[in-house]
């Protein structure tokens, strides 16, 4: 029997154990490190078996899943590099990819990293929130190094498919944080930024759902998203300037009561997203209602 | 049998003419403009009784719901100004309301003019897309004139419980222009400069719920929001400036990489959401799991 070692049960690590149980002839291994989430894992069924000690599974892991935060990711690479079982495969799932990638480049030749993005989560954390259905129509993202070869590519996309993602996207990691900044780690800064109106407590009742919707991600985990902006530092700030100049310009119309402007501005704005809506509704798309 | 007559078929219009179907002892009427949104209503059975001829229909109508956009509105109150039956009910649905009020003051004092605004929608319009369901567990707000009578309000609320919206929130014309410029113009104004960045197009498979989120609502009707927008300037601009400041604030602690400044930030944000969260779910509000 081979082994998956799943190191961090959160939110995406518990719901990948969750996930991959039963995935051919995989055991599944969860390492924690409180003994809440030992606790609460077993009583869900989180993984095969439960250890506090990862170091320990490394030298018969044929696969390890990180998914702690970027920082404890690359701390873990660092500390363990040496107690990798060779020919075996290592992935991650965090949401900056070249930082990753850099640190794995400690490792030795005869292991295989590939960085991963399961772009997948809830505005709730941990393994209470963690769910085996995750996954289901998300995209899984992959920046595989240099040195991934087919046979590791093929297992992870089997994996990805067991666990019901939409699809597999491989990209570099360069291109990667540079489109993630401006999907994700925007809609991020834009949720915590609206949250900071003084209006925010006396707004009931007048909220509908593009309001929900659009501040949904703000009750996010500061720790990490900090670690997530500041190791994609550069192409965050571009798309928040980005952002920040468009938003100028629409209140330049408003304040100057300039129609004219405003209609042709958002004429063109309304038109890009249909054109969207369309391209993703023709059928290519694993969630045609984007 | 007295008689509801709804102005304009659009998404609201529609799905109010058909929410409030066997409404008390009510006909529902439905006036449309255009051939072709007279043949849908028709084939979805969308009122009663249909005409081309609104000003037929005044004499007799006790309760006239407006339905246009806010231009729209304006322009049918001074033009009908004097065909309403006395003691009538007149009511609109746009997202502006001192404006609309305003406009009111042209009717005789025989009438009593209720400003409203249904929070619900779509990212679609139309008479295609309108359903009688829409306003199920939605806020219904109302802004009540000086002449508003007991009777006309106790009618809009008992009009609101059939048509299934989970609160009547009354306050005035002023204080919903404030909230709804920071609840909702503002996310609209989120969503299509978001959409206005050059990596709308090469995004694809890499945008994830918060992007689909974000950006539901940026196919909107550019003619109408120019309007709303318009009519609701200074406090739509004061939020967007607002929201420029925040965001400026958070890319200047990526840039510096002042992670303690970022932290702080994030941790007080998310702090707001889930403060707001907990107020939302411990029961008082329509959706708790806002």
């Not at 039963?22 to 069924?45: C, I, L, M, Y």
């Not at 666990?163 to 949720?191: N, W």
């Not at 925010?200 to 309001?211: M, P, Q, T, V």
């Amino acid at each position: 029997m081979r082994k998956i070692l799943v190191v961090g049960l959160g939110l995406i690590g518990g719901s990948l154990a969750m996930a991959l149980q039963g995935f051919e002839d995989f055991e599944v291994v969860g390492a924690v490190r409180s003994q809440a989430t030992h606790d609460k894992a077993r009583s869900k069924g989180a993984a095969d078996r439960l250890t506090f000690h990862p170091a320990d599974e490394l030298p018969g892991a044929d696969v390890v899943i990180l998914c702690q935060d970027p920082a404890g990711i690359i701390d873990f690479l660092h500390e363990h590099r040496d107690r990798f079982k060779p020919g075996c495969l290592i992935w991650d799932v965090c949401g900056v990819k070249t930082a990753v990638m850099e640190a794995a480049k400690c490792l030795p030749e005869t292991v295989d990293f590939i960085g991963c993005h399961p772009m997948a989560g809830k505005e709730v954390s941990g393994i209470d929130n963690a769910e085996a259905g995750l996954f289901r129509n998300t995209h899984f993202i992959v920046t595989p190094g240099p040195r991934a070869t087919k046979e590791h590519l093929d297992l992870l996309r089997r994996m990805a498919d067991w666990c019901k993602f939409g699809d597999v996207i491989e990209t570099t990691p360069e291109r990667h944080d540079e489109m993630i900044a401006y999907t994700s780690q925007l809609m991020h800064v834009i949720a915590v930024s609206v949250c900071d109106n003084d209006e925010l407590f006396s707004c009931k009742g007048f909220e509908g759902g593009s309001f929900r919707d659009c501040t949904r991600v703000a009750a996010l985990d500061p720790a990490m998203w900090t670690q997530l902006f500041t190791f994609n530092a550069p192409a965050l700030a571009k798309v928040v300037g980005t952002l920040e100049n468009r938003m100028r310009q629409y209140r330049e119309a408003i304040e100057a009561g300039d129609q004219d402007a405003l209609r042709a501005m958002l004429a063109q704005a309304s038109d890009r997203k249909k054109q969207i809506n369309l391209e993703r509704a023709r059928g290519d798309d694993v969630r045609p209602k984007f």
